[in-house]
């Protein structure tokens, strides 16, 4: 036995007559307080039967929600998943910027305050391995717990790999437990001011070469036409996670590129190849020449605000920051935002990163087979087709909803919309390789990029972030 | 003649500083009085309308703004008594007595006020569910006293030493005992400290974000993070934030201007003479 | 009840004990949570004794957060005091302009710093931000306030500034109204000029009182996390990560509890002992001040 495992018992035994007993439990069981029962089967096993939508008739499920149009959607239509089962939903909503804090205490605290709750694709990656996330596929395959109707077959199929993992670092997307079902996503593609194109005689840029120099062309030319203080392309740049993930890690996988190289288990950072280095580079460049004033502090509001305030003549991130400036009344921009797939790689590839609103369950909800009803209400093609009608749930994560013409009819008046998203859906996957260390990572990885951004060389700032990243990843 | 050069520079740099202090105010005012169409299209001339105020005071955007702004009263004030009831006798003790310990204990609550909360979130969020002070009033008042207590104690401490213990000891000579000097003749002396400590540990605690943030979810949750629910979503609602950081500055402006000849000296720590 | 003289300190501060150690419990948690090495990576953590502190103070990046973290708080705290008691020994001229301004002098304080910072960031922005388009007509409608290390870092400690400026001017303006008026009639007896005036009496005298507004905000500041959250996330690159950034990326980002807990402890540590020797220097200038006025 080793020496760690002898000290800690000591410490703890010494603790526990020194310290109040909240103390101990607090940590003796590690405070996520871990309790759950490990080796047992699936919750899901327990529900038998003919499949009744009524069956946890008067349980109520409490949400945590994240504040998105896709969550406004949903709180209006709450009523007929209420009518529809007898079960009661309670929320608590957070704008984005707290909501995961809020979301990863929670889970970290070990408590079920919080039945279901929205999530990305990269959280499972953090909140899987610790056991936080509820398996939903011995669910998904319950013909008792799950009505026939709900059609897993009709998701994208991409999406729902998506959310699917082995836990282990590295492994493909796709295999392994079901840990989230997708709700409502977004493909990273360019949106543009059609009045400034027109006016300046341009064409969607095809390739990166094409769109970098683009970007230079409208930042020197627009605001001499008549649109003041617009420059090239609004892309993120803030020292997050999220300035990766969408028009960067689009143009990278576009280019070939990966972020690690995964050999018989082990993780090794690529972001320094010579080709990633290059690509590096010229990012950097068409941001410096065409990019947004203080480009550095540029999130998905900044990026999107300017493409809705006429300030930025492009945008290369989800389709949906653009759809949300281009319906009618949200910005001087509307009805001026047309749709494009944006540049193509050098052998013409697509590869589109994407982020994926999901719902998940907490592995420690008392509630699952409740919850587990408004889970498949709530990505069910009832509610989901109602949400993109009535509300701004776009983009749509069915197929069937994606072909339905009401919905199409809807999004027409968008210029490209439709056509771009058909055009990259199917070649839209998560980019990343999954592991747990995803946001110190990526992290990392947008300040290495802000600096390339301020003159260092490219070269030297991801060197040293292979270097970082070697030792934690893995 | 070079007096009074001096003069209108001495004017023009104070006017100078308080355009940098209050344009950020007027530029809240102004974005809070904006149509959400024109909040990035347009600097001072604009429709101005006060729909933002409706929709934050009218629960509109499904955020409960009132119900925050009724917890971040009860919470701040319900901290702000309880740093008073426990916080008046120990300053009292510590001013009027030298005993053993006085000073540690002194500089230890002091240095409450400057634990970085990170250290003990983690640990209050796990300890508040076991106790089921999460989300509840209670939890939020305790946690505050982090922020109230130290400044309660220290600056009450000192306006009790400047206060001559002669007097107290003539009420004892008249026949009062221990507890109605401190009564009827200490607490009634100090009580300018007492409301200018109020305002400012009030402040302290309408404004904290921390705490309310992590420790609180729906039923207790307090104005400041309430108010940026409004940045989430679709587009992000700065007028919105603005109408919610203007209406919440309301309670501490109303009790500053009441009581502001006290703030002067409470702000100083009561270090300084009156 | 009778309590004997002797107990009677000790009764009225019970209750203020009891409180303190209410407050004390989860700060022993969290010392006891850096023993472990417990991370969302590892639920079933083991005891590792002081390894996480001894990784902290042996990382570079420790070392330069820590840099930043000195930077920002000198900073801060060293532009607040001198414009705070500018500002307060112009209020003190007491002209007319001066009464009106010092009633509103208190508003920025009742900002929530954490939007306010939000608020600055809005004006900021090159693009649609109010300053530049009002400093547009002087050629400056292009700075890039927050696009460089030494820019994010100027700009964070503007806000700070902003926001914090008014407490150090309201309690050096309680200062100088309180200042006993003996000792500069004297002065005026002798015939001392104004400038001698000001930095044998005023300056001395007046110290204690802006003393005790920089231990605050130095201490304050030490420990910023929501203006630079707001701001700059601690960007571009590494140039504002100051010490609670790095903690809370490691502790709640990241989920690496202990090692993140060791961070703040390890700032709690240096802000203890830095009040410690502030407040043994306010009580020096303090007795200084005594001689002074007499």
């Known amino acids: 036995m080793d020496r760690h495992v002898h000290d800690r018992r000591r410490f703890l035994a010494l603790t526990g007559a020194l310290a109040a007993a909240p103390l101990l439990s607090a940590c003796g069981t590690g405070f996520g307080g871990d309790d759950r029962d490990e080796g047992g089967g699936s919750a899901a096993d327990d529900v038998t039967g003919a499949f009744d939508w009524k069956r946890e008739k008067g349980a109520t499920v409490k949400a945590l929600l994240n504040k998105h149009p896709y969550t406004d959607a949903l709180i209006a239509d709450l009523k007929s998943f209420t009518e529809k089962t007898g079960i009661e939903v309670t929320y608590d909503v957070f704008p984005e910027d707290n909501y995961f804090d809020k979301l990863t205490v929670d889970l970290a605290g070990g408590r079920a305050s919080y039945d279901v709750f929205m999530l990305g694709a990269y959280m499972v990656w953090q909140y899987g391995p610790p056991g936080w996330l509820e398996d939903l596929g011995p669910w998904m395959r319950n013909s008792s717990a799950t009505a026939a109707e709900w059609d897993r077959e009709d998701f994208f199929p991409n999406l729902l790999r998506a959310d699917q993992w082995s836990l282990k670092a590295g492994a493909p997307l796709g295999r392994g437990g079901q840990y989230a079902l997708p709700w409502g996503w977004e493909t990273n593609v360019v949106a543009y001011n059609t009045e400034v194109f027109r006016r300046l005689g341009l064409k969607p840029a095809e390739s990166f070469e094409e769109l970098r120099e683009l970007a230079g062309v409208i930042k020197r030319k627009a605001p001499g036409a008549g649109f003041d203080g617009m420059y090239g392309i609004a892309v993120r740049g803030s020292r997050s996670w999220a300035t990766i993930h969408p028009g960067f890690m689009t143009m990278y996988a576009r280019n070939g590129l990966r972020d690690f190289t995964v050999e018989g288990g082990k993780l090794t950072p690529a972001m320094n190849s010579p080709e990633a280095v290059a690509f590096t580079e010229d990012w950097a460049d068409m941001v410096r020449r065409g990019g947004p004033p203080s480009w550095t502090s540029y999130t998905w509001y900044q990026c999107s605000g300017d493409l809705g305030a006429r300030k930025a003549g492009m945008l290369f991130d989800a389709d949906t920051a653009a759809y949300f400036q281009a319906v009618k009344g949200a910005s001087p921009a509307s009805g001026k935002i047309a749709f494009h797939p944006g540049p193509k790689g050098p052998d013409g590839s697509l590869a589109t990163n994407m982020w994926i609103w999901s719902l998940g369950m907490n592995a420690r909800s008392k509630r699952k087979s409740a919850a587990w009803l408004f889970l498949q209400w709530a990505t069910g093609k009832e509610h989901l087709r109602r949400a993109a009608l009535d509300g701004d749930h776009i983009d749509p994560v069915r197929r069937s909803i994606g072909r339905d013409g009401a919905y199409r009819d809807k999004m027409r008046h968008l210029p490209g919309f439709i056509e771009t998203f058909e055009t990259v859906v199917d070649q839209t996957k998560i980019q990343f390789t999954p592991q747990a260390q995803f946001f110190d990572a990526t992290t990392s990885w947008a300040a290495a990029l802000q600096e390339v951004y301020g003159g260092k060389s490219a070269k030297s700032v991801l060197d040293g972030l292979a270097d970082d990243l070697s030792s934690k990843v893995g | ?274 | 009840m009778r309590a004997r003289p002797a107990l009677r300190p000790y009764l009225l501060i019970l209750p203020a004990l009891l409180l303190t150690c209410g407050i004390l419990y989860p700060f022993g948690l969290g010392l006891y949570y850096t023993l472990f090495d417990f991370s969302a990576a590892k639920p079933r953590p083991d005891l590792v004794r002081l390894h996480n502190y001894e990784t902290v103070l042996t990382q570079d990046a420790f070392w330069h957060s820590a840099w930043v973290t000195v930077l920002y708080a000198v900073g801060a705290a060293g532009v607040e005091t001198v414009l705070g008691v500018a500002v307060a020994l112009l209020l003190h001229r007491s002209s007319l302009a001066g009464r009106v301004l010092e009633k509103i002098l208190i508003l920025p304080l009742m900002i929530a710093p954490v939007i306010a910072a939000i608020m600055w960031k809005l004006m900021l922005q090159p693009s649609v931000g109010v300053i530049n388009h009002l400093l547009e007509p002087f050629g400056l409608g292009g700075v890039q306030w927050t696009d460089t290390p030494a820019g994010a870092l100027l700009s964070s400690i503007a806000v700070d500034v902003w926001v914090y400026t008014p407490f150090v001017a309201i309690l050096a303006l309680a200062g100088l109204r309180s200042l006993p008026l003996s000792p500069f009639e004297a002065a005026q007896v002798d015939g001392a000029g104004p400038w001698y005036t000001f930095r044998r009496l005023t300056l001395p005298m007046l110290w204690p009182y802006v003393m005790v507004a920089v231990i605050f905000r130095f201490m304050d500041s030490l420990k910023v996390f929501d203006i630079i959250y707001a701001l700059t996330e601690g960007g571009p690159g590494d140039s504002t990560v100051v010490l609670q950034i790095r903690a809370y990326l490691e502790a709640i980002r990241f989920q690496r509890y202990s090692f993140g807990i060791s961070y703040t402890i390890v700032l709690w540590a240096v802000v203890y002992l830095a009040a410690m020797v502030l407040v043994r220097h306010l009580g020096r200038i303090q007795r200084k001040a005594a001689e002074v006025s007499a």
């Not at chain 2, 729909?51 to 009724?70: K, M, S």
């Not at chain 2, 009027?96 to 540690?104: I, L, P, Y």
């Open chain 2, 1 to 274: 003649m070079r007096k009074r050069l001096w003069g209108w520079l001495a004017d023009a740099a104070l006017l100078l500083y308080f355009v940098f202090a209050l344009f950020p105010v007027a530029w809240m005012l102004i974005l809070s009085l904006k149509p959400a169409d024109q909040l990035f299209s347009t600097y001072f001339s604009f429709t101005p309308t006060l729909d933002a105020y409706r929709t934050v005071l009218g629960d509109d955007e499904g955020i409960p703004f009132v119900r925050f702004f009724v917890n971040s009263l009860v919470v701040s004030l319900g901290a702000v008594a309880l740093s008073l009831v426990v916080g008046l006798p120990a300053a009292y003790a510590s001013a009027r007595w030298r005993f053993k310990g006085s000073e540690h204990l002194m500089f230890t609550l002091l240095s409450f006020r400057f634990a970085p909360e990170l250290t003990v979130i983690i640990p209050l969020f796990v300890l508040y569910q076991k106790l089921g002070l999460f989300d509840t009033y209670a939890g939020m008042v305790w946690v505050l006293q982090l922020v109230t207590l130290p400044l309660v104690v220290w600056i009450m401490r000192s306006y009790f030493a400047d206060l001559t213990p002669e007097l107290e000891q003539a009420a004892l000579l008249d026949g009062y005992t221990r507890r109605q000097a401190f009564f009827k003749v200490a607490l009634p002396l100090v009580r300018p400290g007492i409301a200018a400590v109020s305002l400012l540990a009030f402040i302290f605690a309408w404004n904290n974000f921390v705490f309310p943030l992590i420790l609180t979810s729906h039923e207790a949750q307090t104005v400041t993070v309430g108010a940026l629910s409004f940045l989430g979503g679709d587009r992000p609602k700065y007028h919105l934030t603005a109408a919610a950081a203007l209406i919440s500055v309301v309670p501490p402006l109303l009790l500053a201007l009441t009581i502001q000849r006290y703030l002067v000296r409470g702000l100083s720590f009561g270090a300084v003479k009156s």
